[in-house]
């Protein structure tokens, strides 16, 4: 495709239920991001990674939050147990090169997340 | 605790004037800043980067310059469009073993007929 992709745009979730986010990256994309935006906030970032290795994972935050990238293109973010406080918009994004500090990070959609 | 702090919160212009919007960053070590377009409903897009050696970039209309001493940087629009009209976030990165992204919490820009 011509961008990054997520699925699904909208999710609702009853409290304790697991949930999974995917996102598609541009293909050849090296790197990847997640991240959490909350209503009337910028994002906050949540892990990165580089082919499949998952080299930053700082702002997961709790054991609750679980992402994987197993063959380095596609990911998935899961959430167990969920609360109402992550109730949020999860965004992706991709770049081309690997620790490169002046890439440009390509956003999708993101999925829209309520706990209810 | 690192910050990037953008200003105003919220704006509202006529089509067809100029407008600024601020950021103003504790972040250390820099390396980069970043200004993002997000429409509503949507991933933020991006507009300009600029890294330490660098105090002005342009794309368009929009202008951002960087002054690293201060900690500031400022994205100015010209000739103000409806479609600029979305949340412009202010992106600090740190290269610290890779990159981390320091967000703003956005300048709600609303432009009006």
């Known amino acids: 495709g011509a961008g990054v992709s997520q699925s699904p745009r909208y999710k609702v979730a009853k409290r304790g239920q697991d949930v999974a986010l995917r996102c598609d990256p541009i293909?050849?994309?090296?790197?990847l991001f997640w991240y959490q935006q909350a209503l009337g906030q910028g994002p906050e970032f949540l892990t990165y990674?580089?082919?499949?290795?998952?080299?930053?994972k700082s702002g997961l935050p709790s054991d609750r939050f679980f992402a994987e990238r197993p063959e380095g293109s596609v990911s998935t973010l899961k959430i167990q147990r969920t609360q109402q406080e992550d109730s949020a918009v999860y965004l992706c994004?991709?770049?081309?090169?690997?620790?490169?500090?002046?890439?440009?990070?390509?956003f999708g959609p993101g999925t829209r997340l309520t706990v209810l | 605790k690192n910050q990037v702090e953008q200003s105003p919160q919220s704006l509202i212009i006529l089509e067809g004037k100029n407008c600024t919007l601020q950021?103003?960053?504790?972040?250390?070590?820099?390396?980069?800043l970043r200004w993002y377009k997000q429409d509503t409903g949507r991933g933020p897009v991006s507009l300009t980067i600029?890294?330490?050696?660098?105090n002005t970039k342009s794309n368009g209309r929009y202008t951002a310059t960087l002054d690293a001493d201060t900690k500031q940087s400022s994205l100015h629009i010209t000739a103000s469009q409806l479609s600029d009209s979305a949340s412009y976030i202010c992106?600090?990165?740190?290269?610290?073993?890779?990159?981390?992204?320091?967000f703003g919490t956005g300048t709600s820009l609303t432009v009006i007929p």
């Open positions: 994004a991709s770049s081309t090169r690997a620790g490169s500090n002046t890439d440009t990070q390509y």
């Open positions: 293909s050849g994309h090296v790197s």
């Open positions: 990674f580089q082919n499949e290795a998952q080299l930053d």
């Open positions: 950021c103003n960053y504790t972040v250390s070590p820099f390396s980069n």
């Open positions: 600029m890294t330490f050696s660098e």
């Open positions: 992106v600090v990165s740190v290269f610290v073993a890779g990159n981390q992204f320091y």
